[in-house]
Structure formats: structure tokens, C-alpha cells
């Protein structure tokens, strides 16, 4: 197939619209746009083609229950960190969606798994947790463009997270992740926004 620059335009439009929501809608998802999410997930690329990740839908309410809790944990002792006037700041941010997020989504990376039988991982094994990211990465944009938003948590415990979820002791958690309708849109990062760090424009060769 032969792309062309409208292509790239809508691309580039995803990329710049793909922004880290925290302000969700109640609203649930339809099953059918999941499904495709999951299809899209197994469209990433993948070291040795070894698909290392592991998604848990996560619909217990007493995990989701405990995962906030362990979220609140953590953003208490991350506040903790900063002087005085950047911690009034920190503490002012909304860094989560997980009350109001119809889905969440723990993304583990298996660190020994069958598929791959090692290709590509045997000095850098770390690239198994690289290949989980590419995924997440892809779920971000296939979900913009069916007009949901996706939250990184990443201020959590995570060996709380994997406790309360019972997985494979192999799996290290790489995500968690809200989905759902976005309560508003915006091209600017909700930190840009709130005068926490504004986006610099890095060059692309560093030498």
C-alpha cells in the first residue's frame, strides 16, 4: 500500500490530539471497541515477535478500590519530594483518572516468555519491557481515533497493584491504564496547561 500526505497529516493530527487524560466521563464502552483495541494491540511490534505483554481487565471494584488507594499513597509521598511552593503545585494537579475511568487496564510485561525463544533479548532483555510500551503507544492512538482517552497511572505501588491482581510472579507491572470519554479536548498537555513544565521542541540528532 502506498501512503500519501494526507496520511501523515492524519497521523500527525492523532499524535498532537493523543493527550494524557485524567477527566473522565462515566460513560461505559461499547464491547465491539474494545475488541478493536485489542486487535490493534497484537498490530505492535515486538522483540523476536515474542508479544510480551499482558493485559488484565481490571472490573473488581475492590481492586480498583485498592489500586486508588495505592495511588493516593503514593502521590502523598511523591508531594513530599518538592519544596514548598512546588509541592502546593503538585498537590493542586489532577494526576489520575481512576474514580471516573469506565475501564482500567494493568499492563504487565512477562520477563520469560515462550513466544520469541529469546531473538533479539539475549544482551538487552530489557527490550521486552521497550516492546510492551510500542503496544501501549499503539493503544494510545487507535484509541484517540475512535475518540477515547487514555490515562497513565504511573504514581502507584507496584508490587501493591500485583499483589491485589494475583498474576504470574514473572509479570512486572509497565502500566496502568484508564480509558474512556474524555470530558473535554485539548491539543496542550493538562502539565503545559497548569504551568508545571512547558514542551520543549528537542532536537532530533544529538551529537
Known amino acids: 500500500?502506498?501512503?500519501?500526505?494526507?496520511?501523515?497529516?492524519?497521523?500527525?493530527?492523532?499524535?498532537?490530539?493523543?493527550?494524557?487524560?485524567?477527566?473522565?466521563?462515566?460513560?461505559?464502552?461499547?464491547?465491539?471497541?474494545l475488541s478493536r483495541l485489542e486487535d490493534a494491540i497484537a498490530l505492535a511490534p515486538s522483540v523476536g515477535n515474542s508479544q510480551p505483554w499482558r493485559i488484565v481487565h481490571v472490573k473488581s471494584q475492590e481492586v480498583r478500590r485498592q489500586v486508588l488507594e495505592s495511588h493516593q499513597a503514593a502521590n502523598v509521598d511523591a508531594a513530599?519530594?518538592?519544596?514548598?511552593?512546588?509541592?502546593?503545585?503538585?498537590?493542586?494537579?489532577?494526576?489520575?483518572?481512576?474514580?471516573?475511568?469506565?475501564?482500567?487496564?494493568?499492563?504487565f510485561t512477562d520477563l520469560s516468555p515462550k513466544a520469541g525463544d529469546g531473538l533479539g533479548r539475549q544482551t538487552m532483555p530489557e527490550t521486552l519491557t521497550y516492546s510492551t510500551v510500542i503496544a501501549i503507544h499503539t493503544l494510545w492512538l487507535v484509541a484517540r481515533s475512535m475518540n477515547l482517552g487514555l490515562g497513565w497511572v504511573s504514581i502507584l505501588e507496584p508490587d501493591k497493584v500485583h499483589r491485589c491482581l494475583d498474576v504470574d510472579p514473572e509479570w512486572h507491572l509497565t502500566a496502568y491504564l484508564c480509558v474512556g470519554y474524555p470530558t473535554f479536548d485539548d491539543d496542550t498537555p493538562e502539565l503545559e496547561r497548569k504551568d508545571w513544565q512547558s514542551r520543549a521542541k528537542q532536537p532530533w540528532l544529538i551529537r
Open 1 to 33: 500500500m502506498e501512503f500519501t500526505n494526507h496520511h501523515t497529516d492524519i497521523l500527525l493530527n492523532l499524535l498532537r490530539w493523543r493527550r494524557d487524560v485524567r477527566h473522565f466521563r462515566p460513560d461505559p464502552i461499547d464491547p465491539d471497541l
Open 80 to 107: 513530599t519530594g518538592y519544596d514548598r511552593a512546588k509541592r502546593e503545585k503538585y498537590v493542586s494537579l489532577k494526576l489520575a483518572g481512576l474514580r471516573d475511568a469506565p475501564v482500567h487496564l494493568a499492563v
